[in-house]
């Protein structure tokens, strides 16, 4: 998936108009005046953004002061990183259902009293199995990358 936050920055910058800010207060980034100036040299004006980033990042990190920026970033890290840890993840959620599931299969099969922890297995493995594909997924974490780039953009008016 990539890091997102930089695309979405861009977009961010763009929408809102926060690179007019960013141009004031650092013109040595070169940002393109126009949208026919990025189009014309979408490489560097990728890299003018990406430099943006870095100086926004490094300009709002006093968690008091950009309390915003910083619940968005915990919440993106959050997200992004359980997207990274999706197929593990998955891997092992199934697992506990076949373990769960295998327990109470041979419960049954013996005749013996079907233990509670087999039962868990089985329903707690199921419900993880199907949170891990359904609910994580790149737009789940793109909500949260573009909700932490809108606030590190809005940052800019008052750094």
Do not use: C
């Amino acid at each position: 998936m990539g890091d997102g936050r930089s695309g979405s920055l861009i977009v961010a910058m763009q929408s809102h108009d926060h690179g007019t800010r960013l141009r004031e207060f650092d013109p040595a980034l070169g940002f393109p005046e126009t949208a026919e100036q990025e189009a014309e040299n979408p490489g560097r004006a990728h890299a003018v953004y990406e430099s943006a980033n870095e100086l926004l990042l490094s300009r709002t990190r006093d968690r008091e002061q950009f309390n915003l920026v910083f619940e968005e970033n915990v919440n993106y890290g959050y997200r992004r990183n359980l997207w990274a840890m999706k197929p593990s993840g998955i891997l092992l959620a199934a697992f506990g259902f076949a373990g769960g599931l295998s327990r109470l299969t041979l419960e049954i099969i013996r005749d013996e009293p079907v233990t509670m922890t087999a039962a868990y297995a089985v329903v707690l493995g199921s419900a993880l199995t199907v949170f891990w594909i359904v609910r994580i997924h790149t737009d789940w974490v793109r909500v949260a990358a573009d909700a932490y780039a809108r606030q590190l953009a809005a940052a800019s008016q008052s750094i």
